[in-house]
């Protein structure tokens, strides 16, 4: 079992439509949760964090669920720019452990 | 400098010889990554720079693949003998401490063909 795991889709989605992708992690140590963004070609760029409490940017919400190892990612009013692959990522305390999981693709259509 | 610069932008090489990429990384960010990336794939760690810790060299897939960091700032990817499986996408990463709670700011990286 891979410790991080993404759907890799793709999400095929119509302007305005609000999608949402899940990633799942297997270390219970984990300590800190991101999501990256990686257009095609480009290098991946942070997006967001991902708190405990959950966390808003504009129309992207981040959640996490320790309890069933889970965090998730909601758009909401889908841009044709939002297309990318979108990369989940966990490190951990106490050493250096960074994870990043292999993405979710997704494609916004007009 | 604003942002991770690596150099060069684009490297074909032919089987055999060595290359060397490089990677400058954001003022201050005492942190630096190796990654890579194959077409299609997802990021596979290579090699990790904190400070003047020992790096950690757990990623590095044969011993054809080194690196250094000189100063804390500039550091070196080498490839020796190179093979037509090492074409990829080699990624930097800075941070400005070791990778919790501090999201990374990678360069454009160095694609990498190997014919």
């Known amino acids: 079992r891979k410790e991080v795991e993404q759907d890799p889709g793709p999400f095929n989605v119509p302007e305005g439509a609000t999608v949402a992708f899940n990633c799942t992690y297997s270390n219970s140590a984990s300590q800190s949760f991101f999501w990256y963004r990686q257009d095609c070609r480009k290098e991946p760029k942070l997006l967001m964090s991902?708190?405990?409490s959950g966390n808003e940017d504009g129309r992207f919400t981040a959640q996490l669920n320790r309890a069933s190892q889970y965090i998730s990612l909601l758009i909401r009013d889908s841009k044709l720019s939002d297309s990318a692959t979108y990369l989940c990522?966990?490190?951990?305390?106490?050493?250096?452990?960074?994870?990043f999981g292999a993405g979710t693709r997704l494609f916004v259509k007009a | 400098g604003a942002g991770v610069s690596q150099s060069p932008s684009n490297k074909v090489t032919e089987k055999g010889k060595d290359v060397e990429l490089r990677c400058d990384p954001i003022?201050?960010?005492?942190?630096l990554y190796w990654y890579r990336q194959s077409l299609g794939q997802g990021l596979e760690f290579l090699i990790y720079?904190?400070?003047?810790?020992?790096?950690?060299k757990s990623g590095l897939p044969s011993d054809r693949f080194s690196a250094e960091r000189t100063g804390g700032s500039v550091s070196t990817l080498t490839i020796q003998r190179t093979q037509q499986e090492d074409s990829a996408v080699y990624l930097c990463?800075?941070?400005?401490?070791?990778?919790?709670?501090?999201?990374?700011?990678f360069g454009s990286g160095t694609r990498l063909t190997v014919v």
């Open positions: 003022s201050g960010h005492t942190a």
């Open positions: 720079f904190q400070g003047n810790s020992a790096p950690d």
């Open positions: 990463a800075s941070s400005l401490a070791q990778g919790d709670n501090y999201g990374y700011t």
């Open positions: 990522v966990v490190t951990y305390t106490g050493g250096f452990k960074t994870i």
């Open positions: 991902v708190y405990s």
